[in-house]
């Protein structure tokens, strides 16, 4: 770590139950030359990769919806959320990892990925940096049925819209999770499916 503005940090484990959860206690330099002690926690679930798989000539991309227990204790009635396909990285690299998800999620196998940018979803309280991607798809890269690895209990319903129709989905307050709005808007900005 390299900002000398920070000094004296110290972390106490709070819990490793799912993931980990650090209480770190450090001394922060303030614009006025002082130092205040400061306490943040940091939740630790390792890094991810997400991916917006789009098919130019239906004009269509491939989302999926699960259930995030989150969500629904924090006001989603049915904790039901459209995404793009998403994991964690668990040691693989970022490219090697999102092929190995569209298939457990989607079912279907694609080798050409593009990494449009890599973005910390919630700075004030978790680590994790997502690795976004961009690939196509076409039926005829079906090989499974998708819906997640049976170990991981995800129960994940793979969904084909539009590429409109996504993007009426997020006015219309269907799509709330970020990945998925930045890739569909990155898509959009840069005439992804034109």
């Not at 995030?68 to 396909?85: A, F, K, W």
């Amino acid at each position: 770590m390299k900002n000398g503005k920070i000094k004296n940090i110290k972390k106490q484990l709070l819990s490793d139950n799912w993931y980990t959860l650090n209480k770190f206690t450090f001394d922060y330099q303030k614009e006025d030359g002082s130092w205040e002690t400061q306490q943040r926690e940091a939740y630790d679930r390792g890094n991810g990769a997400a991916i917006l798989l789009y098919n130019k000539k239906k004009g269509a991309v491939l989302l999926t919806r699960q259930f995030r227990m989150p969500t629904y204790v924090n006001g989603n009635d049915d904790g039901m959320m459209i995404e793009v396909c998403a994991g964690l990285l668990d040691g693989d690299n970022p490219e090697d990892c999102i092929k190995k998800e569209v298939e457990e999620e989607t079912g279907y196998l694609i080798n050409d990925v593009q990494k449009v940018y890599e973005s910390y979803m919630s700075p004030g309280s978790v680590t994790e940096i997502l690795h976004l991607f961009i690939g196509a798809y076409e039926d005829r890269m079906k090989v499974g049925e998708g819906g997640g690895a049976d170990d991981e209990t995800e129960n994940i319903e793979v969904l084909e819209y539009s590429f409109e129709k996504a993007l009426k989905l997020i006015e219309a307050g269907d799509i709330k999770d970020a990945k998925t709005i930045m890739l569909l808007q990155y898509a959009a900005i840069n005439k992804i499916l034109d």
